[in-house]
């Protein structure tokens, strides 16, 4: 059984950074793939970014291409989400997840294990 907790998320204006730490216990996280996924109010979970278990692939969502990177500490057991230039629209509970498999695509239904999440909130 793995768990993973999110930490990180918080209140910050448009324009400001943030980053995110998803920390596993439980079972070492080295050979699963990782997706990080946010849900606003009345809206869907979504896709945001996801790395494989060795770091080396990453994938990102179009609407934070460019501007958030996926990054991973295996010895550490966590992975990081860092978010620059938020937008209101970034607004959501972040969620890490944990796959079963080395390399994992962009669906919630890839995915076993997820956190409880975190709170970003990004005003205008």
């Known amino acids: 059984q793995v768990q993973l907790v999110e930490s990180g998320g918080g209140l910050v204006q448009a324009g400001a950074s943030l980053r995110l730490s998803c920390a596993a216990s439980?079972?070492?996280?080295?050979?699963?793939?990782i997706g990080w996924f946010r849900q606003a109010p009345g809206s869907e979970r979504e896709f945001v970014s996801t790395i494989s278990g060795s770091g080396i692939n990453t994938a990102y969502a179009d609407s934070v291409k460019g501007r958030f990177t996926i990054s991973r500490d295996n010895a550490k057991n966590t992975i990081y989400l860092q978010m620059n230039s938020l937008k209101p629209e970034d607004t959501a509970v972040y969620f890490c997840?944990?796959?079963?498999?080395?390399?994992?695509?962009?669906?919630?239904?890839?995915?076993?294990?997820w956190g409880q999440g975190t709170q970003v909130t990004v005003s205008s």
């Open positions: 997840a944990a796959a079963l498999s080395i390399i994992a695509g962009r669906g919630t239904n890839d995915y076993l294990y």
């Open positions: 439980g079972h070492t996280l080295s050979r699963k793939a």
